[in-house]
Structures are given as structure tokens and as C-alpha cells.
Nanobody, 115 residues
């Protein structure tokens, strides 16, 4: 099983980034998928969830209206479109898959929002 995140980097406040999570080794379409993030000295927090069919999503208030989660079950890939980025969005972003009694994590990709 592999979850490989990509697309992180340095961006100025107000900018945008798109993260990708490429999945392999399990039946992607049967798993609910999430993005989490962890800033230095803070606990890991949920950023967005998209359920297996790709229709229903969940966002915390901190990112609602700025971030959009999506998935392409044909490509075994999940995305996170991040707009209007703020310095407080700086963190390592992790891809998570859960379902069928299993939970998988990626290694993370760093997102830094700074001028």
C-alpha cells in the first residue's frame, strides 16, 4: 500500500496550491479519503474528507470556502485545491485512506505560506 503526496511548496499569502495524493495497493474507490495537516508543536488536524463515491465532503470552519477536496477514482488520485492561503495554513499535509477496517497514511508534503 502506498499513498504519495505531491504539490507542496512555498507560496505567498493569498496564493494557491494544489496537492495530489496518488494511491496504490488497495481498492481506492472503496475507501473514504482525507487530508490532514500538522504544524510544528501542534496536533494533527483534519483538513477535508471526501467519501468513497466522491459526492459528500466535510471541511472544518478553518478551511471552508477556501479549500476543495476532490478525487478521481479512475486515476486512484485525490486532490486538495487550496486558495486564499494564510500563514496559519503552514504545515505538513498528509493523505489518509480509511475503510474496510484499515487506515493508511502518506509521508506528507510541506506547505509553507510566507512572504
Amino acid at each position: 500500500v502506498q499513498l504519495v503526496e505531491s504539490g507542496g511548496g512555498l507560496v505567498q499569502p493569498g496564493g494557491s496550491l494544489r496537492l495530489s495524493c496518488a494511491a496504490s495497493g488497495f481498492t481506492f474507490s472503496r475507501y473514504d479519503m482525507s487530508w490532514y495537516r500538522q504544524a510544528p508543536g501542534k496536533e494533527r488536524e483534519l483538513v477535508a474528507t471526501i467519501f468513497s463515491a466522491g459526492v459528500s465532503t466535510i471541511y472544518p470552519d478553518s478551511v471552508k470556502g477556501r479549500f476543495t477536496i476532490s478525487r478521481d477514482n479512475a486515476k486512484n488520485t485525490m486532490y486538495l485545491h487550496m486558495n486564499s492561503l494564510k500563514p496559519e495554513d503552514t504545515a505538513v499535509y498528509y493523505c489518509n485512506a480509511w475503510g474496510l477496517g484499515n487506515a493508511y497514511w502518506g509521508q506528507g508534503t510541506q506547505v509553507t505560506v510566507s512572504s
